[in-house]
């Protein structure tokens, strides 16, 4: 999904003056205010601004730096790979998504279906999810890194209480043994949880990060149900289903 104009123009009012109104940035464009409202809900899906009751506010630096540019990088591959793994969701789940950015590429494809209780450790997902009319439970903890991803002892006893149908996640790495593996400690950790209390774990990978090994070894990928590329791998030693 790339930008308008009239969208960069809401970026550019919004990063002068921090925070505009509906009714303000109507005036200021020569657009009505539905519009508007419209343009607001595309820019948070891409993770740039924060939408407020009445207007809008641009993301901070802290928070754009703390996700590692993770949402502005690969979108192409991560919006491929949310639609493909977005064949699993039905009606009336309870889906989990852990903090990576590509897992939040799915609360579009979660808004399409009914009954649907969504619980996820990115502060961001939970406000996109929000804004989408998504049942949304934001799993409490400490942030990672000063990002939008919570973790810690908060964050372990909240999952420890939850069973979910459906976990999307991902990770920094993928080796061709199958290996899944992650930088943060933190990050792991609740993964590891997340994973022990879903009944069906999918793993949501772009290309990038194959034939990686990072610090904190995570899961095999035999381990899990099914794995989602943007791109088939043809050395990848895997015995789980592959989309």
């Known amino acids: 999904m790339s930008t308008t104009k009239r ?18 940035l109507s005036a200021l464009t020569y657009t009505s205010p539905p519009s508007i409202r419209r343009d607001l809900t595309k820019l948070q899906n891409m993770y740039f601004i924060k939408r407020t009751h009445g207007g809008a506010s641009i993301l901070d630096s802290n928070q754009v730096a703390s996700l590692d540019n993770r949402l502005s990088q690969n979108t192409v591959a991560k919006r491929k790979i949310a639609k493909k793994a977005s064949e699993l969701i039905c009606d009336g789940q309870t889906i989990m998504l852990d903090g990576s950015s590509t897992a939040g590429f799915l609360v579009p494809h979660i808004a399409k279906h009914k009954d649907i209780t969504l619980f996820t450790n990115n502060m961001i997902t939970a406000m996109n999810a929000i804004n989408y009319g998504i049942k949304t439970h934001c799993i409490g903890g400490l942030s990672v890194n000063n990002s939008a991803v919570l973790s810690g002892p908060q964050s372990y006893k909240f999952i420890s209480e939850v069973y979910a149908d459906i976990l999307f996640f991902s990770s920094y790495a993928l080796d061709k043994n199958g290996v899944i593996s992650d930088p943060p400690e933190e990050e792991n950790s609740l993964r590891s949880l997340m994973l022990k209390n879903s009944r069906q774990r999918v793993f949501l990978c772009d290309s990038e990060k194959f034939n990686r090994k990072s610090l904190y070894t995570l899961s095999s990928i035999n381990d899990i149900d099914v794995a989602v590329f943007d791109t088939f791998w043809d050395d990848l030693n895997a015995s789980c289903k592959i989309l």
């Open 7 to 24: 969208q960069e123009q809401i970026l550019k009012l919004l990063s002068e003056n921090g925070f505009l109104t509906v009714e303000k």
